[in-house]
């Protein structure tokens, strides 16, 4: 098994939960907003939770199923992401430098889970 350290996926999200960290900590000083910031926390940083666990895991089923959640999570961060940039909570360059790195997770993440399930499904046929 690989180290998180040449593990992308969970490389990846870390940051991206760090990011996620940061603009909560931004959004509450200084924009005074508890709530949507509150929402991009909780999603943004379970991408990266839920990757860990996946890695950790003990079966191909836990992993995918925290694998299809990680997926989930980052598809709800990129909302909140979105509604931020369209209420001008963040800039639009904040936003878009945000959505690059969501964008990335969501690609790895399909990828894998897709993985996944075209394995499962040729394991199922053989």
Sequence with gaps: MKKKEDNIIAI???KF?????NLYKYLCEQKHDYVIGKQLLR???SIGANVKEAIRG????EFRAKMSISLKEASESEFWIEL???TEYITKEE???LLNDCGELLKLLMSIVKTIQTEEKQHITT
Excluded: N
């Design 12 to 14: 990846k999200s870390y």
């Design 17 to 21: 939960a760090v990011r996620c960290v």
């Design 43 to 45: 999603s943004g940083t």
């Design 58 to 61: 003990i079966s191909k089923a």
């Design 84 to 86: 931020l940039r369209d």
């Design 95 to 97: 936003a878009e430098s």
